[in-house]
């Protein structure tokens, strides 16, 4: 069983950056692929950013490429989303996910663990 716990979420105007954390208890992080997914008001939840279990092989949605910046310290059981330039469509509840899988996965249905979520709300 893996606990995970977001934070770093906050408003923050267009052209802002945030820093979102995920801190892992219950089992080593670093077995597990981390991914990082959004749930944008009335909208379906959806794949932002994941990482692999040692942290080699990154993926991104497209609108995140070049702007955000999915990262890991096993050591510290933790995984973190850097996000500059921040657009008012960025606004959405941030969950970060473990999948066992042994490579890097997009699909939301292969996380077992799930964190409670973090909002982040990007003004205009």
């Known amino acids: 069983q893996v606990r995970l716990v977001e934070s770093g979420g906050g408003l923050v105007q267009a052209g802002g950056s945030l820093r979102l954390s995920c801190a892992a208890s219950?089992?080593?992080?670093?077995?597990?692929?981390v991914g990082w997914f959004r749930q944008p008001p009335g909208q379906e939840r959806e794949f932002v950013a994941a990482?692999?279990?040692?942290?080699?092989?990154?993926d991104y949605v497209d609108s995140a490429k070049g702007r955000f910046t999915i990262s890991r310290d096993n050591a510290k059981n933790s995984v973190f989303l850097q996000m500059n330039n921040l657009e008012p469509e960025d606004t959405a509840v941030y969950y970060c996910?473990?999948?066992?899988?042994?490579?890097?996965?997009?699909?939301?249905?292969?996380?077992?663990?799930w964190g409670q979520g973090t909002q982040v709300t990007v003004s205009s």
């Open positions: 219950g089992r080593t992080l670093g077995s597990y692929v």
């Open positions: 990482i692999s279990r040692i942290g080699g092989i990154r």
């Open positions: 996910a473990a999948s066992g899988r042994v490579v890097l996965t997009t699909t939301l249905e292969e996380y077992e663990y």
